[in-house]
């Protein structure tokens, strides 16, 4: 099975521009969650997706928003770049039963720099 | 609310010497806790996952953890380091609400 597939990988926007991120989740997983991860604050939840309805969301600001469609991938969308939004973003996809012990799989990430 | 506390942000041992990388948890009830590992400019990889099947967790690579309640660690080791273990792990917490809290991270150095 391929695993979990995001593009572009890298990316170079400027402040204020907005950019919008694709997450290809395994086969069969119907969970997308997406993560932000920075050496000053580490790995952050951003929000989960399942059956194309957001089931949580972490702190962010309102600029961080996403989406999935029917077939399971998922888009995150930031607007009004900030410096601080650069940063690795990282998709994980899962089966979704929602159990405590469920693995979640992990893409590569989109690197996006902000300048 | 859930979260995972690890100990030693930076860990260095030498070639063919165990590893012990430190995990604490904080969590009202029964959690599930797992090892992710990072390279670097790649994404996470599982190492191993909590249970409660069993207190030792045997993972990939020659990992384990050893869930202890009564303190509240999962601690991750392995007996013999080589050099393609040197990553960044990261201790989870599972917890509910469909998201993972991570720790912050322990960096691994192996020197030859």
């Known amino acids: 099975k391929a695993g979990v597939t995001q593009t572009p990988r890298y990316l170079i926007k400027t402040r204020g521009q907005q950019v919008t991120l694709s997450c290809s989740p395994i086969?069969?997983?119907?969970?997308v969650s997406w993560y932000q991860q920075t050496p000053g604050q580490g790995l952050q939840f951003l929000f989960e997706?399942?059956?194309?309805?957001?089931?949580n969301k972490g702190n962010f600001p309102g600029r961080f928003s996403g989406r999935q469609f029917s077939n399971s991938r998922s888009e995150m969308n930031v607007s009004t770049l900030e410096l601080g939004d650069s940063a690795l973003y990282l998709c994980?996809?899962?089966?979704?039963?929602?159990?405590?012990?469920?693995?979640?799989?992990f893409g590569p990430g989109t690197r996006l720099l902000v300048l | 609310a859930q979260s995972v506390t690890q100990l030693d942000s930076h860990v260095s041992v030498s070639e063919g010497t165990p590893v012990l990388l430190r995990c604490n948890y904080s969590s009202s009830y029964s959690p599930s806790l797992f090892w992710y590992v990072q390279h670097p400019n790649k994404g996470l990889q599982l190492l191993l996952k909590y249970t409660s099947a069993a207190t030792l967790v045997k993972g990939i690579n020659g990992f384990e953890a050893e869930f202890k309640k009564s303190e509240t660690s999962f601690h991750l080791t392995k007996p013999s380091a080589h050099m393609s273990d040197a990553a960044e792990y990261f201790c989870?917490?599972?917890?509910?609400?469909?998201?993972?809290?991570f720790g912050k991270g322990t960096l691994l150095t192996v020197n030859p």
């Open positions: 989870v917490d599972g917890g509910s609400n469909y998201k993972l809290t």
């Open positions: 994980a996809s899962s089966f979704a039963a929602g159990g405590l012990w469920e693995t979640q799989y």
């Open positions: 086969s069969g997983h119907r969970s």
């Open positions: 997706y399942f059956s194309e309805t957001q089931r």
